[in-house]
């Protein structure tokens, strides 16, 4: 029988003289595959098998705020569309809380399970949740150190619990000195004083014309922690652990002294003990010749004031600057937040300075981003950059679990000091000791 195999093997041979061919001519180049990978053409033709991107996934930020009426306008009507157009992907849906029992409110969410993803919260409250485990800590969040140096530091500071932040600043305030510039005038000068030695020899000359120039509203913090600050005086170590040697340390007990031999003196105003015209009253009345405030005054008179009361930085004390009190809100983010990458989007956006600037012209509320405070649009009114130079320097309250207790203690201490029920060490002492034993409770 012929064999067959030969024809068969010179077909086989052709084949692979064909395929072979084939691989050379188009590999000629050595890396015209590769060229072909990493360098498409204008108009590639996608590959039957190459799947297409996923879409962004649809989400819904739920935002828990207390703005007033005129703030919510602007954040509906011009903040959150801009968000949406940058991140249609992204709901916002806000809701205005009654800030009557909010924070009883906010309790009852955690507990239930529902509260929001983000929130915008009294900065007293922050260390309080956060101690609650009920919020989220954001220091691990992306480009949070970016974001963080781009705050003032005294309103960063209010979030700050256990060793990490629980929030950021989202809107702030401060207290400057305002004065009475027909009053000023009266007694030969057109400048605000810029040291405590300068204040008190002013304070005397009013005095001396039957006027008071320092005006201390309450024994309370907000109204007394500044000048106590200012006169180097401090409630805790720089980490917020140990008020014993700081609080009644020797600086601390020199500045009560100093604000005590002001009121033995004549020189501070009646509302330090609850007395009358109030703070605001004495000054339109040319009684009080200053008074230490917030800028809420400037808000509601307009320019009516431009041209009669000055708001400056309070006076140096001994270490050469200022040092007022933080208020304001935080941003903070729910430990149940069911999209805290997007929740956290949507907090980036809202510290961005365009839209601090937006909510500060629009709003009035003052920003925490330092671009934004001193950009010129808000140079150009009138009151706020005597706040934005104080704020530089303000301190923030101590963010305890405990500070509404702690609070109590120190305005306690400080009433005792005024009204001489109580040596100013021995006061200091005893309120030291016992923020001590709160500041090491822990509501876990």
Same mark, same amino acid.
């Given at each position: 029988m012929k064999n067959s195999w030969a024809p068969r093997l010179f077909i086989f041979l052709l084949i692979v003289t064909v395929f072979f061919t084939a691989c050379s001519n188009s590999n000629s180049n050595g890396n015209a595959a590769e060229t072909t990978t990493t360098k498409p053409?204008?108009? !590639?033709?996608? $590959?039957? /098998?190459? +799947?297409?991107?996923? !879409?962004?996934?649809?989400?819904?930020?739920? &935002?828990?705020?207390? *703005?007033?009426?005129?703030?919510? @306008?602007?954040?509906? #009507?011009?903040?959150? !569309?801009? &968000?949406?157009? @940058? *991140? +249609?992907?992204?709901?916002?849906?806000?809701?205005?809380?009654? /800030?009557?029992?909010? @924070?009883?409110?906010? =309790?009852?969410?955690?507990?239930g399970g529902v509260a929001p993803d983000v929130m915008r919260m009294d900065l007293i409250w922050v260390a309080e949740f956060a101690d609650q485990k009920a919020l989220l800590p954001l220091d691990k969040m992306f480009e949070f150190d970016t974001i963080k140096a781009e705050l003032f530091p005294g309103p960063m500071q209010t979030n700050y619990y256990d060793?990490?932040?629980?929030?950021v600043p989202l809107d702030t305030n401060t207290k400057v000195n305002i004065y009475n510039k027909a009053e000023m005038n009266a007694l030969g000068t057109t400048e605000p004083p810029r040291t405590i030695d300068e204040f008190v020899e002013l304070a005397r000359k009013a005095k001396a014309a039957e006027k008071t120039l320092i005006t201390i509203g309450g024994t309370n913090n907000w109204d007394m922690l500044p000048w106590f600050w200012t006169l180097g005086g401090r409630i805790t170590d720089d980490t917020f652990q140990n008020a014993e040697g700081f609080f009644n340390s020797e600086a601390s007990v020199k500045a009560m002294e100093t604000v005590l031999s002001w009121y033995d003196e004549g020189l501070i105003s009646p509302p330090i003990l609850g007395g009358e015209p109030g703070t605001w009253e004495g000054l339109e009345q040319g009684k009080y010749v200053s008074i230490n405030d917030g800028p809420w &005054?400037?808000?509601? @008179?307009?320019? %009516?004031?431009?041209?009669?009361? =000055? +708001? %400056?930085?309070? +006076? *140096?004390?001994? #270490?050469?600057?200022?040092? $007022? =009190?933080?208020?304001?809100? #935080?941003?903070v983010m729910f430990a149940g937040a069911k999209n805290p990458d997007e929740a956290w989007t949507f907090t980036q956006f809202m510290l961005s300075e365009e839209i601090q600037t937006l909510m500060a012209v629009k709003a009035g509320v003052m920003p925490t981003n330092m671009k934004s405070a001193k950009s010129e649009q808000l140079q150009g009114v009138y009151y706020l950059p005597a706040y934005v130079a104080e704020l530089e320097t303000a301190f923030a309250r101590t963010p305890s679990a405990q500070w509404g207790q702690i609070e109590v203690l120190i305005g306690d201490a400080f009433e005792k000091i005024i009204r001489k029920a109580s040596p100013v060490k021995e006061a200091l002492d005893q309120a030291a000791k016992e923020i001590d034993v709160l500041l090491k409770q822990k509501n876990l």
């Open positions: 053409s204008a108009s !590639p033709s996608k $590959s039957s /098998t190459e +799947p297409e991107p996923e !879409p962004a996934k649809q989400v819904t930020i739920e &935002f828990w705020h207390a *703005y007033g009426e005129g703030e919510e @306008k602007v954040l509906l #009507d011009e903040v959150i !569309p801009s &968000f949406t157009e @940058k *991140y +249609p992907n992204i709901k916002i849906n806000p809701t205005r809380m009654p /800030t009557e029992n909010l @924070k009883q409110q906010v =309790i009852t969410a955690v507990v060793g990490q932040y629980y929030g &005054f400037f808000g509601i @008179k307009g320019e %009516a004031v431009k041209d009669v009361m =000055i +708001p %400056a930085k309070m +006076p *140096y004390g001994p #270490d050469g600057e200022s040092h $007022s =009190i933080v208020g304001g809100q #935080d941003m």
